[in-house]
């Protein structure tokens, strides 16, 4: 992300990911009243929007529920599929700057969990997403005030046009860190679930070495 290389980790990611979108929207072709090729293919959008930044990443984000919400119109009750919807609209809560929006976000995605709950009350990870779900507005507050100190301290009085400080870079990249740690909950759990449907599919690839 801005331009610099990725840690191995990290890179392994993001091919694993833009070959299972590869070969999710190749099986969509095939059978497109599928449920389970649209949640690997929203998950696997919604785990590369974080490998994107600004509008990119915020029209990724908008691409995948759209897979999700066609998923659901096919299947309306999947749990799997109203939980990655959950945490898409978590995910574009993060990725506005208004706090009402934010919350409007942040709502849709307390129901997603809470239908998917419904279908498997005894699912752990179902469970502990609602109740992140409530941390949400206060973690979006945290999240914008760090944009507001960036926006004030960013740009000392010596800096040069067209250029940019060595600590202006750095608030940058804190701040970017930031972001990405808040979204860390949903995108390392969805890619899990996105791989154990490419297992399930029979795709002979490794997860990432993060998922071993």
Same mark, same amino acid.
């Given at each position: 992300?801005?331009?610099?290389?990725? &840690?191995?980790?990290? +890179?392994?990611?993001?091919?694993?990911?833009?070959?299972?979108? *590869?070969?999710? *929207?190749?099986? +969509?072709?095939?059978? &497109?009243?599928?449920? *389970?090729?649209?949640?690997?293919?929203?998950? =696997?959008?919604?785990?590369?929007?974080?490998?994107?930044?600004?509008?990119?990443?915020?029209?990724? #984000?908008?691409?995948? #529920?759209?897979?999700?919400?066609?998923?659901?119109?096919?299947? &309306?009750?999947?749990?799997?599929?109203?939980?990655?919807?959950?945490?898409?609209?978590?995910?574009?809560?993060?990725?506005?700057?208004?706090?009402?929006?934010?919350? *409007? +976000?942040?709502?849709?995605?307390?129901?997603?969990? $809470?239908?998917?709950?419904?279908?498997?009350?005894?699912?752990?990870?179902?469970?502990?997403?609602?109740?992140?779900?409530?941390?949400?507005?206060?973690?979006?507050?945290?999240? $914008?005030? $760090?944009?507001?100190?960036?926006?004030?301290?960013?740009?000392?009085?010596?800096?040069?046009?067209?250029?940019?400080?060595?600590?202006?870079?750095?608030?940058?990249?804190?701040?970017?860190?930031?972001? +990405?740690? #808040?979204?860390?909950?949903?995108?390392?759990?969805?890619?899990?679930?996105?791989? =154990?449907?490419?297992?399930?599919?029979?795709?002979? =690839?490794?997860? &990432?070495?993060?998922?071993?």
């Amino acid at each position: 992300m801005d331009g610099l290389p990725l &840690p191995r980790d990290e +890179y392994d990611r993001l091919v694993f990911f833009e070959s299972t979108r *590869e070969k999710a *929207e190749s099986d +969509y072709l095939r059978s &497109p009243h599928d449920a *389970e090729v649209l949640t690997r293919w929203g998950g =696997a959008l919604l785990e590369l929007a974080q490998f994107r930044q600004g509008q990119q990443s915020i029209d990724m #984000v908008a691409d995948a #529920v759209s897979k999700f919400e066609e998923a659901l119109r096919i299947s &309306p009750k999947r749990p799997d599929t109203l939980w990655c919807l959950g945490n898409a609209h978590t995910s574009q809560g993060f990725l506005v700057t208004e706090t009402e929006k934010a919350k *409007e +976000y942040f709502k849709k995605a307390s129901l997603c969990f $809470q239908q998917a709950f419904d279908e498997e009350p005894h699912n752990e990870l179902y469970q502990k997403s609602l109740e992140m779900s409530d941390k949400a507005p206060a973690l979006h507050i945290e999240l $914008q005030k $760090q944009l507001n100190a960036q926006a004030i301290l960013g740009a000392p009085s010596g800096s040069t046009i067209g250029g940019t400080s060595k600590g202006s870079k750095k608030k940058k990249k804190k701040n970017s860190d930031f972001k +990405y740690d #808040v979204l860390g909950w949903i995108v390392l759990a969805v890619g899990v679930v996105v791989w =154990a449907g490419m297992a399930k599919s029979s795709m002979q =690839a490794a997860p &990432p070495s993060n998922f071993r």
